[in-house]
């Protein structure tokens, strides 16, 4: 697997392509602006490792990864949720589920409070907005594509490589962690008891 760098390198080429063709194509700032964001978001906040509790995705979320242990209990890593188009559609739903979870109740008590608010537009409007959310979901799925075809690739290539060697590189990998863990530890930025 080609780690969090590897994954913002390829979607970083994912949105620089992206947004050099759409402008070439004439497509409105605020759709390039959509699609951009849905990248961005997909490689950064709900990026298909999610379904991994110990991974950078899910340490960027801090105390509130909490609401992705469900999810990632639930799924398996690399199974049918992290393909693109599926694993991009059940993330942002399980994401508007979480949000809804903590907006209806705020909703509910404001409303206590009469204060309510309420959309003014017609059906035209929903479906104007509807076009950004659809913008951005094609850019979170472009993002996602681009994490599994590197996931795939790099697999692939590993698989060439002897296994001593790969076994060799582990060992290597895990001593740069501990000794990094153990000199960021005893610098204070990482509390003794927390383990990243």
């Known amino acids: 697997m080609p780690g969090f760098v590897g994954h913002t390198i390829g ?3 994912v949105l620089v392509g992206t947004t050099a063709v759409m402008a070439s194509q004439g497509w409105s700032l ?3 602006a959509a699609v ?3 990248i961005v978001v997909a490689n950064f906040v709900l990026s298909p490792d999610l379904d991994l509790f110990n ?3 899910m340490d960027d979320w801090g105390w509130m990864r909490i609401f992705w242990w469900p999810y990632a209990k639930m799924v398996k890593h ?3 949720m992290h393909t693109p188009l599926l694993g991009t559609l059940v993330r942002w739903l399980y994401m508007a589920v979480v949000l809804s979870i903590v907006i209806v109740p705020i ?3 404001l ?3 009469n204060f309510s608010m309420t959309f003014k537009g017609d059906a035209e409007d929903i479906v104007w907005y509807l076009g950004y959310v659809a913008d951005l979901l094609l850019g979170a799925t472009l993002a996602d594509t681009m994490h599994y075809a590197l996931d795939l690739v790099t697999t692939r290539l590993k698989r060439l490589v002897p296994r001593r060697y ?3 590189y582990a060992r290597y990998a895990q001593n740069h962690y501990d000794r990094d863990h153990r000199l960021a530890r005893a610098r204070g930025f990482i509390p003794e008891g927390e383990q990243r």
């Open 55 to 57: 991974s950078r995705s």
């Open 11 to 13: 979607n970083s080429i």
């Open 107 to 109: 909703a509910i008590i």
């Open 111 to 113: 409303r206590r409070m």
């Open 30 to 32: 605020a759709d390039i």
């Open 166 to 168: 790969r076994e060799r």
């Open 78 to 80: 690399r199974d049918a």
């Open 36 to 38: 951009d964001a849905g």
